[in-house]
């Protein structure tokens, strides 16, 4: 049986997969880091993303609400940047049994995307 604070992490961890589990807020999580460290404000993402206002700001609340990305205020604009620090926490739950523990895949192979 799993301790409580492993099951708190996990629940934690799923949450926030969940968040990217949508193709647009992935695909907003994709453009913010390719963005970091500035970020990108509002009027950015969606014209980058042809996300319309409305559903945009649904989709950065939801990813914000989790902890995936921050938010700035400048002015009359909403700056949002990539929370990297969390998004590596992420990444290091997932890969800490196969990379570690088991060497199920091999560390350096998941340096790049292709």
Do not use: W
């Not at 990217?20 to 980058?48: C, F, K, N, Q, T």
């Not at 609340?61 to 990305?69: A, I, R």
């Amino acid at each position: 049986m799993p301790k409580r604070d492993d099951t708190a992490v996990t629940a934690r961890f799923a949450d926030m997969l969940g968040a990217m589990g949508a193709e647009p807020r992935l695909r907003i999580v994709r453009l913010l880091l390719a963005a970091h460290p500035d970020g990108l404000v509002v009027g950015e993402i969606a014209a980058e993303l042809g996300i319309a206002n409305s559903t945009l700001s649904h989709h950065l609340d939801k990813l914000k609400n989790e902890s995936l990305v921050n938010v700035t205020r400048e002015g009359t604009f909403l700056r949002y940047s990539a929370n990297t620090a969390s998004l590596q926490e992420l990444l290091g739950f997932l890969y800490a049994e196969c990379c570690t523990r088991n060497k199920a895949i091999e560390p350096q192979r998941i340096v790049c995307c292709k």
